[in-house]
């Protein structure tokens, strides 16, 4: 069965979980603790990725796969979560690399340092300027869905799975998504799809 | 025809450069002083990309597109510079969303501090830690290319020109890439392509 070299507090490996669930794709998960350097041993960068970063997916060959985008293109593409139309296509990317440099390093950063780091971190002085850049990004969501109710198109596609993790859970970085309500009703439409499944499992606690 | 939102100095435009070129794509280059602001304008967020930033290339029905890895794409789909398996192309996808994340953002920052703004700018305590995630994207790539010619199968596509652009001009960056033996080998190889062009135009001169 595939392997998903997963963390739960990572919106780059929930992208993964829940595309795989909507494609019905079983999958067992491995969890690493990134605060701990598990993804940095000898053996995660020899073997599953020189990068010593979750997601990776494991082929029943061996095989690895990182990138969590690249893993959303791997199995979007031919489903209905990837558009037919060479434009949207197009649209699918720009949002997939959008995520990765202009939002990601700012939504999740905030993430990270307020709920994984020590309240006495350093790293606290940081949360100022990830702000101003996570809500840049966050207003250019907000200008497209104040006319559309997904991305790309009008349909649901591995775009919005790829914004939607880490928006979902921007408060935990002290984002107010109430300056947001376009943004809001996108994420209320996708958390009430009948294939979604949540980021922390009910039984989950933090330890 | 169509237009490209451009700026010398970017590697993220010459990737566009490069292989609109070598697809023979002839565009119109309208050049931008990013130092000046000139993507921030009211008309660029507006009509170009409200992200700010070049490279966009501009169809002549108006449509624009963002993202320099989302444009290799959507060119590089279907043409030579993009392989036929479907592994590979996820490889591809691995290695474009690796620019963007762990390379690009500390080997073109690096470029950018040391090459265009003053030389007592306060970003230049960055360098340090610049060089040391910037070494670190390197050298993966070094070991990928020690047993390869091309990043992804035996092929040149376009996760090569996503990565040549801003690695081939890194030493401006103060990176030392004679530490890279292989990543040199194959930078030369890239260069002696017969459908190669410079980043830096002949008789360009840095104003």
Same mark, same amino acid.
């Given at each position: ?101 202009? /939002? $990601?390093?700012? *939504?999740?950063?905030?993430?990270? +340092? ?10 606290? &002085? =940081? ?20 006319? /559309? $109710?997904?991305? *790309?198109?009008?349909?649901?596609? +591995? ?10 859970? &921007? =408060? ?36």
């Amino acid at each position: 069965m595939l392997i998903l070299h997963d963390n739960i507090e990572s919106g780059n490996a929930f992208k993964v979980r829940l595309l795989l669930h909507q494609l019905g794709i079983p999958f067992n998960s491995i969890q690493y603790d990134v605060t701990k350097g598990a993804t940095r041993t000898s053996d995660f960068l020899t073997r599953i990725n020189s990068n010593g970063r979750i997601p990776v997916v494991e082929f029943e060959d061996g095989r690895c796969l990182a990138e969590s985008n690249a893993i959303l293109y791997y199995f979007g593409v031919n489903t209905i979560f990837f558009p037919k139309d060479k434009w949207q296509q197009a649209e699918v990317m720009q949002w997939l690399f959008f995520e990765q440099y202009s /939002h $990601e390093p700012f *939504v999740a950063v905030a993430k990270y +340092i307020l709920t994984m780091l020590p309240c006495d971190s350093p790293r606290r &002085a =940081e949360i100022p300027t990830l702000h101003t850049k996570g809500y840049a990004a966050l207003q250019i969501m907000e200008h497209r869905l104040k006319k /559309h $109710e997904y991305l *790309v198109g009008e349909d649901y596609s +591995i775009a919005d799975i790829a914004l939607f993790s880490y928006t979902h859970k &921007a =408060e935990m970085g002290d984002f107010n998504l109430s300056l947001f309500p376009n943004i809001q009703k996108w994420i209320t439409r996708i958390e009430q799809r009948p294939d979604f499944i949540s980021m922390y499992p009910k039984d989950w606690k933090k330890i």
